[in-house]
């Protein structure tokens, strides 16, 4: 089997798992609208590429929070690797450092966030949920920390777990996770409002991400409690069905930053030309989710970087055929309105 796309790695993915797991990493909340929309609305964003511009070289490399990394691409956190390989996470840290990237561990893990760190090669993030326990939380943000981790993204979508109604029919729970002792990880602390960012800024000396803002009023006041930058995201769809897709929300997130701080983005990136859409509307990066999965459980950290080495091939040629050799040149006048 030969992959030319990130796509080709999906039905043989499929394939090697468990029917369960499967549609756990595949499915969406309800009817699935904002999972589809999140793939759909990159068609209609249209290009405005320049010529006769001199692209021998195109640099994808840039940095992220100050750390450099080979490419504006990232890997978002999504729990349970050990779905798609025994390994876990570990295995896919080492497939994102062979690729030059950086690795978002999520909370619910296979792999203790210790090992994951051990296994890497590359820069990490750990993505933070919040239970009704502070010192499962302090606990958590001194290990990642400790452990060398580089900041820490605070997923605020989760209020309540979305309605997987795919999870439902299989009746599946999600297991517990290697990272700390809560039998329950779908019980998060719903009380969790933008005073505790404050609360968790003074836990850690690391930058805070916001994972999971939509809109311009709550850029503003992730600003005001001391957020040191922002993921636009509708976590892929798996959280409030009929939200806006995330590339529509990021013009009103970027403009009400005003520059204030790094803006992020995920939510359906499959191609080198989303990410060329998604940086001209003003993201410093992207992170991608499912794509990385599937290169995992289809062929371990080959598969994962192999995914990664795909999406940059895409996006650097992208750049060559826009007239943009460099990030910078990738700006809101490539995209029609
Ligand atoms: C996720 N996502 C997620 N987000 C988060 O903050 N913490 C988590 O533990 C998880 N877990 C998780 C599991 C699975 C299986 C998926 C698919 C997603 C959301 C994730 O970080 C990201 O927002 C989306 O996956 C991005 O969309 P794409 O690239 O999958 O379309």
């Not at 995914?307 to 060559?320: D, T």
Request: overall charge negative.
């Amino acid at each position: 089997m030969q992959y030319f796309n990130v796509m080709d790695y999906e039905a043989p993915a499929q394939v090697r798992m468990n029917a369960a797991h499967w549609d756990y990493y595949a499915g969406g909340s309800g009817d699935e609208i904002t999972l589809h929309a999140n793939r759909a609305i990159f068609d209609h964003i249209r290009l405005r590429p320049r010529m006769l511009v001199d692209v021998t070289t195109c640099d994808t490399s840039t940095s992220v929070l100050g750390c450099p990394v080979s490419m504006p691409i990232l890997v978002a956190p999504t729990a349970q690797h050990g779905f798609a390989h025994p390994e876990g996470e570990c295995e896919t840290a080492r497939g994102v450092g062979q690729a030059g990237t950086l690795l978002t561990a999520s909370s619910v893990s296979s792999r203790r966030l210790e090992d994951v760190a051990a296994a890497a090669s590359g820069p990490l993030w750990f993505q933070l949920y919040v239970f009704d326990d502070n010192n499962i939380t302090i606990d958590v943000v001194q290990r990642a920390e400790q452990a060398g981790y580089k900041a820490i993204v605070l997923t605020v979508d989760v209020p309540r777990f979305g309605n997987r109604e795919r999870d439902l029919r299989n009746a599946f729970h999600l297991p517990a996770s290697a990272n700390f002792d809560v039998p329950d990880v779908t019980k998060l602390k719903p009380s969790l409002t933008w005073r505790d960012l404050a609360w968790l800024k003074s836990l850690t000396s690391l930058p805070i991400l916001v994972k999971g803002v939509l809109t311009a009023e709550d850029t503003i006041l992730a600003l005001e409690h001391g957020a040191d930058g922002i993921v636009v995201s509708n976590h892929g769809g798996r959280q409030l069905d009929g939200a806006i897709t995330s590339l529509e929300a990021l013009p009103e997130v970027v403009e009400a930053s005003s520059g204030r701080c790094e803006i992020y983005f995920d939510g359906g990136i499959r191609r080198g030309t989303d990410v060329i859409k998604t940086l001209a509307l003003g993201a410093h990066a992207v992170l991608v989710g499912r794509p990385v999965l599937w290169g995992l459980a289809v062929n371990g950290q080959e598969g994962v970087r192999h995914v990664l080495e795909l999406l940059r091939n895409e996006l650097e040629l992208a750049m060559a055929l826009c007239g943009a050799p460099t990030l910078k040149q990738i700006t809101p006048a490539l995209i029609r309105r």
